[in-house]
């Protein structure tokens, strides 16, 4: 139980494109749901919270614009880098929380996706 | 500020030499502890959540424990699979958790 997956695991693109992360609950449904990001050797670092139905909280920092989420449903959110430029290489994390199991605060993350900007 | 330290940053132990990792906070008010394993290029595997001083939970090798002002994940009799990164996060709001940088561990066979 509480799965969550990515796609795509791994994208190479151009600078100056556009790039969508689309991460998914496959057995339950996330009303919120997080995006990080993570530097080689480094935390995470919580980059939004995503809540289903209404406009994401963008940690500071973060720029709306340029990073933008849209949680249109109980089981998918999407990450849009627009714009992108190689300094926003970088693995990019989602978690939801699963509100049907005992723990309502942990976070349970997906596999990743690996951008990287030429 | 609220802040996550782990150590050491990184750990070689021998199969089957048993070792502790400890994460160390502090928080305005703790809503929750959590750890989780990350393999390499993959997102953060689920272990522990705890909520409170004198809180223990265990799970195959690895036991977490938890204080006023850190945590601790005992590895008993590690085997080479559990080679990984472990990750202490502390909840500090509703939801937001912040994350320590990790302890490497790597078991020799």
């Known amino acids: 139980g509480a799965v969550v997956s990515q796609h795509p695991s791994r994208v190479i693109c151009k600078s100056g494109t556009s790039v969508k992360i689309e991460c998914r609950s496959l057995?339950?449904?996330?009303?919120?749901m997080f995006w990080y990001r993570q530097f080689p050797k480094q935390s995470l670092m919580l980059m939004a919270t995503?809540?289903?139905?209404?406009?994401?909280?963008?940690e500071q920092g973060v720029e709306k614009d340029k990073f933008l989420i849209n949680h249109a449903s109980l089981t998918l959110s999407t990450l849009t880098v627009t714009s992108a430029h190689p300094e926003d290489s970088s693995f990019y994390i989602c978690?939801?929380?699963?509100?049907?199991?005992?723990?309502?605060?942990?976070?349970?993350f997906g596999p990743g996706t690996r951008l990287t900007v030429l | 500020e609220d802040q996550v330290t782990q150590s050491p940053e990184a750990l070689r132990l021998q199969e089957g030499e048993s070792s502790s990792l400890n994460c160390s906070y502090t928080?305005?008010?703790?809503?929750?502890l959590f750890w989780y394993r990350q393999d390499p290029g993959k997102g953060p595997e689920f272990l522990f959540t705890l909520y409170s001083a004198g809180e223990e939970k265990e799970k195959e090798r690895l036991k977490a424990t938890l204080t006023k002002k850190e945590s601790f994940l005992h590895i008993t009799a590690p085997k080479p699979e559990d080679s990984a990164t472990y990750l202490c996060?502390?909840?500090?709001?509703?939801?937001?958790?912040?994350f320590g940088k990790g302890t490497r561990l790597h078991i020799l066979p």
């Open positions: 057995d339950f449904q996330a009303t919120t």
């Open positions: 978690s939801a929380r699963d509100p049907g199991r005992g723990s309502t605060d942990t976070q349970y």
């Open positions: 928080v305005s008010g703790l809503r929750g």
């Open positions: 996060a502390v909840q500090v709001t509703k939801d937001k958790i912040i």
């Open positions: 995503s809540n289903e139905g209404s406009k994401a909280t963008y």
